[in-house]
């Protein structure tokens, strides 16, 4: 069993998806072992996406992500760093699979659902970063 955190984003806890993001989840295997609701303030979200700091989308992304509440999940299942990001697709909507959640739920690459830990390594730092105690 491995660990990977999620986060569904502004956009798609706007348009009330939560609920069937987090059905998806379970039906895919992963199991829920924590989950806050909160909203980001812009240290947290720099924090967080600090390994973005050069890239010219680091400010809007910080913008979008403390733009409202999102729902932090940390999740199990065996292989979920690379299972939950084949789940959720690729970055833009427009390119990611058929029945990924990205394609079904995101609007744009910057307005895209969810966010999924990118390795092992980034899902333990990620899963510190949010759920100290699991760490
Ligand atoms: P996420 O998985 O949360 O990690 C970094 C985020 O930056 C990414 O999803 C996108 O939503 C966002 N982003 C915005 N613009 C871009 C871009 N041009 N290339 C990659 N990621 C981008």
Redesign the pocket.
């Known amino acids: 069993m491995s660990k990977t955190l999620a986060?569904i984003?502004p956009d798609a806890v706007e348009a009330r998806k939560i609920g069937l993001i987090v059905n998806r989840l379970e039906e895919e295997g992963f199991r829920l072992l924590a989950a806050k609701h909160t909203q980001l303030d812009d240290s947290e979200a720099g924090e967080f996406?600090a390994v973005?700091l050069e890239?010219?989308?680091y400010e809007?992304?910080k913008k979008?992500?403390t733009s409202g509440p999102v729902l932090v999940l940390a999740l199990e299942r065996e292989d979920a760093v690379a299972h939950l990001r084949r789940v959720?697709g690729a970055?833009?909507p427009a390119e990611a699979e058929p029945g990924t959640i990205r394609a079904l739920y995101a609007e744009s690459?910057?307005?895209?659902a969810?966010?999924?830990s990118?390795s092992d390594e980034t899902a333990k730092q990620e899963i510190a970063f949010f759920f100290p105690a699991l760490a």
């Open positions: 986060i984003k996406y973005h890239r010219p989308f809007p992304l979008f992500m959720i970055t833009d690459k910057e307005r895209n969810i966010h999924a990118d």
